[in-house]
């Protein structure tokens, strides 16, 4: 069965950073790309970053130079490390997988087939 699995999230002070992880079980996370999404309350789901089974990456505009997206095939394993984090950041993050590793797309979250449950990421003072 193929899971996904955020952590990282938490409480953070405007300025602060923090490291998502997206951990992946039951299926080899090499051939996939993996997507990172995320959902304010009232709003709707948005993408934020994404990179490809060969390591290319795009950024939503709102977090290019803050946001640095990473992965480690062997330890199956997807990070996203949240530098100078602003109260706008909030919501709740997921990641995805898409089995099209070629491709990295985060205008759409239909193209990701397998979703993790999520982690809050709460910016305040």
């Known amino acids: 069965q193929l899971q996904l699995v955020e952590s990282g999230g938490g409480l953070v002070q405007p300025g602060g950073s923090l490291r998502l992880s997206c951990s992946a079980s039951?299926?080899?996370?090499?051939?996939?790309?993996i997507g990172w999404f995320r959902q304010a309350p009232g709003k709707e789901r948005e993408g934020v970053s994404c990179?490809?089974?060969?390591?290319?990456?795009n950024y939503d505009l709102s977090v290019k130079a803050r946001f640095t997206i990473s992965r480690d095939n062997a330890k199956k394993t997807v990070h996203l490390q949240m530098n100078s984090l602003k109260p706008e950041d909030t919501g709740v993050y997921f990641c995805?997988?898409?089995?099209?590793?070629?491709?990295?797309?985060?205008?759409?979250?239909?193209?990701?087939?397998?979703w993790g449950q999520g982690t809050q990421v709460t910016v305040s003072s």
């Open positions: 995805a997988a898409d089995a099209n590793g070629h491709r990295c797309g985060i205008l759409s979250h239909r193209w990701y087939d397998t």
């Open positions: 039951g299926f080899a996370l090499d051939d996939y790309a």
């Open positions: 990179i490809t089974r060969n390591g290319d990456t």
